[in-house]
């Protein structure tokens, strides 16, 4: 499986972005994409999951109200809207794809990362 994270870049604050990660190669049957963020110097925290299957959404609290999911199937792309963005939303974003269709907040429970995208808002 290799997932392809796109779409990080600079905004001011207020401003929006868009995340994707599509998923290629051997994907299973049923899974879950999570997105993580990592801020410098701090660890790497979970931003949002989405599970294939059911279309179900989870998000931090730190980004509810704030970021939104969707997915394009043919493409198996999902895609992080991220609105009214804020300088404590910079950090690397990371997708991940789970082998199961559960969509946890805990990164070891991702069995496949993405590369990372930077996201920079400026106040």
Same mark, same amino acid.
């Given at each position: 499986?290799?997932?392809?994270?796109?779409? &990080?870049?600079?905004? /001011? %604050?207020? @401003?929006?972005? #868009?995340?994707?990660? +599509?998923?290629?190669?051997? $994907?299973? =049957? !049923?899974?879950?994409? &999570?997105?993580?963020? /990592? %801020?410098? @110097?701090?660890? #790497?925290?979970?931003? +949002?999951?989405?599970?294939? $299957?059911? =279309? !179900?959404?989870?998000?931090?609290?730190?980004?509810?109200?704030?970021?939104?999911?969707?997915?394009?199937? +043919?493409?198996?792309?999902?895609?992080?809207?991220?609105?009214?963005?804020?300088?404590?939303?910079?950090?690397?974003?990371?997708?991940?794809?789970?082998?199961?269709?559960?969509?946890?907040?805990?990164?070891?429970?991702?069995?496949?990362?993405?590369?990372?995208?930077?996201?920079?808002?400026?106040?």
């Amino acid at each position: 499986v290799q997932l392809q994270a796109s779409g &990080g870049g600079s905004v /001011q %604050a207020g @401003g929006s972005l #868009r995340l994707s990660c +599509a998923a290629s190669g051997r $994907t299973p =049957a !049923t899974y879950a994409l &999570g997105w993580f963020r /990592q %801020a410098p @110097g701090k660890e #790497r925290e979970f931003v +949002a999951s989405f599970r294939w $299957t059911g =279309a !179900t959404t989870y998000f931090a609290d730190s980004v509810k109200g704030r970021f939104t999911i969707s997915r394009d199937n +043919a493409k198996s792309t999902v895609y992080l809207q991220m609105n009214s963005l804020k300088p404590e939303d910079t950090a690397v974003y990371y997708c991940a794809l789970q082998s199961s269709n559960y969509g946890g907040t805990l990164s070891h429970e991702y069995d496949y990362w993405g590369q990372g995208t930077l996201v920079t808002v400026s106040s």
